[in-house]
Structure formats: C-alpha cells, structure tokens
C-alpha cells in the first residue's frame, strides 16, 4: 500500500497523460541542469585551465550560434512531427555534453559549447510545438507554469548535490558529475516519448519556413518580450555586483534572494498564471509586470550606500516585487507565443519567440553592468522605464496581431 506522502506527491502530478510525462522529462532534465551549472565553470575553469574571460567568452560565442538554430530547426519539427525532433535534438544535445570531458583548449571549448546550444535551441523549439500541440489550448498555459514550477525544483534539488561535491575539487569528482548530468539528460529526451506521436499538418509541409520572420505583430511581440526578458540578467548578473559593489548590505543576502524567487515560483507560478489563457489576459499580464519590474528596479536602487539593514530590507522588497513581475511576464509570454502561432507553425514560431531570451543574454549583462553599476539610480530609472514601455507596448501588439489572424472558422461560419 503506497505510503500516504507518495500519495500526496502523485496528487500533485497533472493527469495522467502528455502533461504528466512533459513534467517527469521537465523534472529529470533540470536535476541534471542544476547539477551542471554548478559545477561547470569551475570544471572549465580549474580542471581544463580556461579563464575566466575565455569561458565568459566561449559561452557568449556559442550562445550566438544557438540564437540561429531555433526557427529553421522548429520549421523542421513542424514539418516531420515535432515529438521525434524534440527527442533526436535532446539526446544529441545530451551526448554532446560529454564532449566538454575532452576539451583541452579555448577552441575544443567553444566548438563543443556552440554544439550543444545548437541542439538545445533545436531541442527547446521543438519541445514548444509539441506541448502547443499535444495540450488542449485552454491547459497550455497552465501545463507550462507547472512545468516552470517544476524546473525550480529540480534545480533545487540538482545544485546542492553538486555544491557539496565542489567540496572535494578534482577532477575526478567534476567528470562523474559531467557524466551523471548527461546521463539525465538522455533520460529526460526519452520521457518525452511517453508524448503521444503528433501527425504534421499538410499546411505544414508547404508553408515557409521563414513564415514567422514575415510575421510583423509577432516579431514586435519577440522584441517586447526579449526587452522584459533583461530582468532576468538583472537578478542572475546585476543583483550580485550591486549588492557587493555599491550596498553595504551582507553578500549572503544575494543567497536569501534567490531562495525567495524560486520559492515563489514554484509556488505561485500556477496559481498567477491563470488569467493569461487568453490574448488579452496574456498582454494584459504582461503590462502589469512591466510596471512590477520597474518597482523592482526603484526598490533596489535605494539599497545604495544604505545602512547595512536598511539595504537588505529594500533589497528584499525589490525581489519580492521583481519575482511577481517575472511571474506575470513568464505567464504573459506564454499565451502570447502559443495562441498568436499557427497551428501547425507552432514549432517555427515557437523558435523565434524563444531567440528574444537568447538575444538578452548575449547581449543584456554587459549593457546592464555599464547601465546600472555605472549610473546607479538614474541607469536603475532607465531600466526600469525601458521595462514599462515595453509593458505598455504588449497589449497594442497583441491587438494588431490579432488582427492579422485568420478568423476562426466558427466565426466565418457565422458570418455566412
């Protein structure tokens, strides 16, 4: 008889169908993600004997070659059934970890980094198809907050394991967690083959495959959403040098913050996402986390030269505003990028709405340190104005790519 806390566990599972396979994928996967991060850098760094600028470098190279990979590889998942490209590109995405096990120089570093973010973009476009189209559309936003909640825990759960073996600092020790890393990765590519097999559309198989680069609406929503996208170079990039170069706040409060945003999400993600099933209630999450993040950004800039309880106390109110305006901006986002896609373009779209994400982070933590270290308060004002334009901004798109739409066939029908 299963004991009752396996029980309440399996309570919290989605039914039993596509939505609770992508979570056991989602959920093995980022176990292994956390486990990686965490311990990848140092291997880099201590055991191949990168510096620190060469893998900031070969990380930021290979990221522009990953920025290519999402719509011609989303058009080819449209166009032969996204689950077996979802599958193929996530365990080539996996194997090609390995590869960072015999990199000795600078180069083997960036060519095996710039392989493994090509199969990744590859692998998440067509992750998005086949969620778009093995989910009823009413449930897909809601199935990816879930799976957003369950990605935290798994890197909750994945980077203590990996901090405690940091511990030992050899070689050794990196490798076999290199090892366990792509071992999950594999494991969560193959989950995704408990997805039901999605048919590809005839419409797919003739359309463009540069259909989302003529589409003008959701081009301006992916350059909207990759300005919001910054605060999250904000908090992973910007948060830690504010707190240790211009507060006199503890560096241990860059910790609590992180533990407040992921309790939140996983918590709350959920929940918040609920009204953002539809366009309007999409853009609409969105401008409101525009006007979030930019209280954030306020909040955090009066922890400047503050005493040392006065910075933490609005350092802590600034992620507690910031990670409601990131759970709006991820729910926003989502309904956006899902119901303004064809249906059967759904892999394609999905790649491009995804290249907003992969533009900030190539191109966000050096402009924001220059931004916001440099100028404290006012670049602080600047970031966050950008953040309410572009807020503003959403729901004017939205309704111009509504208009662009084909009208559903219940509503010709009764035209007619």
């Known amino acids: 008889m299963p004991s009752p806390l396996i029980t309440r566990a399996k309570s919290l599972l989605?039914?039993?169908?596509?939505?609770?396979?992508?979570?056991?994928?989602?959920?093995?996967g980022s176990v292994g993600r956390g486990l990686f991060v965490t311990v990848s850098v140092v291997y880099f760094h201590k055991s191949v004997g990168l510096s620190a600028i060469e893998v900031g470098?070969?990380?930021?190279?290979?990221?522009?070659?990953?920025?290519?990979?999402?719509i011609p590889i989303g058009s080819f998942?449209?166009?032969?059934?996204?689950?077996?490209?979802?599958?193929?590109?996530?365990?080539?995405?996996?194997?090609?970890?390995?590869g960072y096990l015999l990199v000795g120089d600078f180069v083997g570093f960036v060519v095996v980094a710039s392989l493994v973010s090509v199969l990744g973009t590859g692998s998440q476009a067509a992750r998005g198809a086949l969620i778009a189209g093995s989910v009823p559309p009413e449930q897909r936003v809601r199935t990816r907050a879930?799976?957003?909640?369950?990605?935290?825990?798994?890197?909750?759960?994945?980077?203590?394991?990996?901090?405690?073996?940091?511990?030992?600092?050899?070689?050794?020790?990196?490798?076999?967690?290199?090892?366990?890393?792509a071992a999950l990765y594999l494991a969560a590519a193959l989950m995704n083959l408990r997805v039901p097999a999605l048919e590809p559309s005839p419409t797919a198989k003739k359309e463009s495959r540069t259909l989302a680069l003529r589409d003008r609406p959701y081009l301006t929503l992916t350059a909207l959403n990759a300005v919001m996208t910054v605060h999250f170079q904000v908090f992973n990039v910007v948060i830690p040098l504010w707190v240790v170069s211009r507060t006199n706040a503890p560096p241990w409060i860059v910790s609590v913050l992180a533990v407040l945003n992921t309790t939140?999400?996983?918590?709350?993600?959920?929940?918040?996402?609920?009204?953002?099933?539809?366009?309007?209630?999409?853009?609409?999450?969105?401008?409101?986390?525009?006007?979030?993040l930019f209280g954030a950004c306020v909040l955090y800039a009066l922890a400047a030269d503050a005493s040392p309880w006065i910075g933490v106390?609005?350092?802590?109110?600034?992620?507690?505003?910031?990670?409601?305006?990131?759970?709006?901006?991820?729910?926003?986002?989502?309904?956006?990028?899902?119901?303004?896609?064809?249906?059967?373009?759904?892999?394609?779209?999905?790649?491009?709405?995804?290249?907003?994400?992969?533009?900030?982070?190539?191109?966000?933590?050096?402009?924001?340190?220059a931004l916001v270290i440099g100028q404290g308060m006012r670049g602080w004002l600047v970031l966050g104005a950008a953040f309410v334009a572009a807020g503003l901004?959403?729901?004017?798109?939205?309704?111009?790519?509504?208009?662009?739409?084909?009208?559903?066939v219940e509503e010709v029908v009764a035209a007619a």
């Open 14 to 28: 989605p039914d039993p169908g596509p939505a609770r396979a992508l979570t056991y994928a989602t959920l093995i």
């Open 264 to 292: 939140f999400i996983v918590l709350l993600q959920v929940r918040v996402s609920r009204g953002s099933a539809t366009i309007r209630g999409a853009a609409r999450a969105q401008r409101n986390a525009g006007f979030l």
């Open 393 to 408: 901004a959403v729901p004017l798109a939205a309704r111009w790519a509504e208009r662009t739409r084909p009208a559903p």
């Open 57 to 70: 470098l070969g990380l930021t190279l290979a990221a522009c070659f990953g920025l290519f990979a999402g």
């Open 77 to 98: 998942a449209d166009r032969c059934g996204p689950r077996g490209i979802a599958v193929g590109f996530g365990l080539a995405a996996g194997a090609a970890n390995l």
């Open 313 to 369: 106390a609005a350092l802590c109110a600034g992620g507690l505003v910031h990670v409601f305006g990131e759970l709006l901006h991820a729910a926003g986002g989502w309904g956006l990028s899902f119901d303004l896609a064809p249906a059967h373009a759904q892999g394609q779209f999905q790649g491009l709405y995804n290249t907003g994400f992969q533009i900030a982070e190539i191109i966000a933590p050096a402009a924001l340190v």
């Open 146 to 181: 879930y799976l957003r909640s369950v990605t935290n825990v798994g890197w909750t759960a994945g980077a203590p394991v990996a901090g405690v073996a940091l511990g030992y600092d050899r070689r050794e020790v990196y490798v076999g967690l290199i090892l366990v890393a």
